[in-house]
């Protein structure tokens, strides 16, 4: 509840020169991690789920094919959309807790001991 | 088990729920007198503006994320998608989809970096490093209007669900009710605070999901625990075998087919710009949390999703499409008619009452959110220009919430008869025109620049509020807004198509346009913060 109070700014966050940080190579590497994985993933996700959407809409013969009893090859492909959903759901917060938290957390760490507390923008 | 289907058909009309009305209201009472208690003692010690807005930020992944989908799980998932399943069959479960696949959006690129900027708004986010007032000022009429064309479904939503639970059709009796969620809304939000409205959707988020899950047994085990079985029986009640294949509400014509694929980019892109949504990642300490927060909320909200194909085809199978649409309230009511044909009124009763608590529980988390913006961005932050105190601003959002609150219910009153997942739809296309290419701009972009966001904001909002206006849905047909007049020349419900990648492109354009550059080093330290979550609010290290 405390931590609204306004923080003093003693050690002023000016004194961190952030420019330095971002082409240090701890940075780049954090956000080439970071950046190497959502984009791609993104693109994934996003080109699969207009692709199914395209089919749902314009291909309606081959959506409607049944393939066991009633369950047709759309509502497969639907369930399927939920199964990556979770699927790449898992892989990220994986990927995200071994590949970007450590660095995220030494830069942290780092930029803490030199007084960086919150933006003043911010405040 | 055909025998049990048409006995269960016949014997749900809305005479026979008409005399529920009242048990119904009792069940919907508790739940009032419950979280109004919970709300109080969440109160206690709302003090500061991050206790107001933000919940003092020590809510749990966990926690946030069942909130979260509470927040999400709207009037128009449950009563809506059940219906739209039910009536157009697998063009209904299209919905859910884009619903759920949208939070990879959030998930991936938004969640963590928001919370790492960000105070209390999305407008935290772009003044980060963009001139202040211009961007704030853009980011808080956005905000408001997405708030407004949410608020004014959920609020269409509750007349629908009243109408058909006490039999009311009269115009007055619906707009009565809509009055009484939109006074409780206003409580809830006055008091509770962000905490107290938490609270709300955690234990909303409880029961929608634990009713729909023993709703879905049920419709299961009556049809052997086999799918298969399950949607032949809603062929067999329906008579249209078309209901298993796409198409029904969306394979009309050329025009209806890109309408979909507009309403597919507007879902897919419209949740990780939702104002109410962004807003809920305050609410945790972290970014690690914030992530967590989303995790939870995907396989809460997935799940969901799987129970409401099941009972929009159990609602086909056990009253069949024409007696929903026939039913007061129309396609929404297909599943509180689902739950009178299983569990007769108890059923009915408690699925209307947590019916009810969704929409109140989703009101509320839009009117804090426009609260917040308003007081924090507009009040605070641009009239003020920073110089007022944190009781000042909440004193500023508590009256906000209270016209807030007044403007919902006039809508919500004018709104009625309007189907919830379509309005729903519409604040979807807003959100990811106005806000998304912004927020993604200005998080990945380096040079970004404020006549950018300015021309991607207003672009954005400014299109897809006129594509809206001169389309279906507004004049020219019988089922619109103004049946009476025509002056509709956009062929298409919903504008996303048009208006999500204009927004895209006016962002770009006006960024390489602009002859100020921005700050480099406020772009340095944007970057190193959002990645790194240094000086975050409430820097506890975990």
Not at chain 2, 170 to 189: C, P, R, W
Request: overall charge neutral.
């Amino acid at each position: 509840m405390a931590e609204e109070q306004p923080v003093s700014h003693a050690a002023h966050p000016d004194q961190v020169d952030f420019r330095e940080v971002q082409s240090s190579p701890e940075f780049q590497e954090l956000r080439k991690r970071q950046r190497s994985f959502i984009f791609p993933m993104a693109v994934v996700f996003l080109v699969w789920y207009f692709a199914y959407v395209l089919l749902a809409d314009y291909a309606h013969g081959f959506m409607s094919t049944p393939v066991i009893g009633n369950i047709n090859v759309g509502l497969i492909l639907g369930l399927l959309q939920f199964v990556s959903t979770f699927g790449i759901t898992m892989a990220y917060v994986s990927y995200a807790n071994r590949r970007m938290d450590p660095i995220a957390a030494d830069l942290r760490h780092d930029l803490e001991a030199h007084g960086v507390s919150r933006p003043e923008e911010t405040k | 088990m055909n025998s049990l289907h048409i006995s269960a058909a016949t014997e749900v009309t809305a005479e026979s729920i008409k005399d529920t009305g009242l048990l119904n209201m009792i069940i919907f009472g508790v739940f009032v007198a419950v979280t109004l208690v919970v709300v109080l003692r969440a109160s206690r010690n709302n003090k500061t503006a991050a206790d107001y807005y933000a919940a003092g930020r020590s809510f749990t992944g966990p926690q946030n994320g069942t909130a979260i989908a509470g927040d999400y799980l709207s009037a128009a998932s449950f009563l809506g998608i059940v219906g739209a399943i039910a009536v157009n069959g697998y063009d209904g479960f299209l919905y859910s989809i884009g619903f759920l696949v949208a939070w990879l959006v959030a998930l991936l690129l938004v969640a963590e970096m928001l919370r790492n900027t960000g105070k209390f708004t999305m407008a935290d986010v772009l003044s980060f490093r963009l001139k202040q007032r211009p961007v704030r000022i853009a980011a808080a009429i956005t905000t408001l209007a997405v708030c407004f064309f949410y608020l004014l479904a959920q609020m269409a939503g509750a007349g629908g669900l009243v109408s058909l639970l006490m039999g009311i059709d009269g115009k007055i009796g619906q707009s009565l009710v809509i009055t009484v969620v939109g006074a409780l809304m206003i409580i809830y939000v006055l008091i509770g605070g962000m905490k107290g409205t938490t609270w709300v959707q955690i234990i909303k988020a409880f029961l929608l999901i634990a009713g729909a899950a023993i709703m879905t047994v049920w419709v299961l085990a009556l049809h052997d625990f086999n799918l298969s079985d399950l949607l032949g029986a809603a062929v067999e009640t329906t008579g249209n075998p078309a209901i298993l294949d796409p198409g029904l509400q969306y394979g009309k014509s050329d025009t209806s087919k890109l309408d979909f694929v507009s309403l597919g980019l507007a879902l897919v892109l419209g949740t990780a710009a939702l104002p109410h949504v962004l807003m809920r990642f305050y609410t945790v300490p972290t970014a690690k949390e914030a992530r967590r927060s989303v995790v939870w909320a995907i396989w809460l909200i997935g799940i969901f999703y799987l129970f409401t194909l099941v009972l929009g085809y159990g609602a086909a199978a056990l009253i069949g499409s024409d007696a929903i649409t026939g039913a007061p309230g129309g396609v929404n009511s297909a599943a509180p008619l689902l739950a009178f044909a299983l569990g007769g009124p108890v059923l009915l009763g408690l699925i209307s009452a947590v019916a009810f608590a969704t929409i109140l529980a989703v009101v509320a988390g839009l009117t804090i959110t426009a609260a917040a913006s308003f007081a924090h961005d507009i009040y605070a932050n641009v009239i003020r220009k920073g110089q007022v105190d944190a009781d000042g601003e909440v004193k500023v959002a508590r009256t906000t919430v209270v016209v807030i609150g007044i403007i919902s219910i006039l809508g919500g009153i004018g709104a009625q008869g309007q189907n919830v997942a379509f309005l729903v739809a519409l604040a979807f296309a807003v959100a990811a025109s106005a806000n998304l290419p912004t927020i993604v701009y200005s998080l990945y972009w380096r040079k970004f620049s404020t006549q950018g966001a300015l021309w991607s904001m207003y672009g954005g909002l400014g299109s897809a509020i006129l594509l809206i206006a001169f389309s279906p849905v507004v004049s020219g047909l019988e089922t619109s807004m103004i049946p009476s007049a025509d002056f509709q020349w956009f062929p298409l419900n919903n504008p996303g198509i048009v208006s999500i990648p204009l927004a895209f492109f006016l962002g770009w354009l006006g960024t390489v346009l602009d002859k100020n550059t921005e700050s480099a080093i406020k772009q340095a330290e944007m970057e190193v913060r959002s990645l790194t979550g240094v000086g975050a609010e409430k820097a506890v290290d975990h």
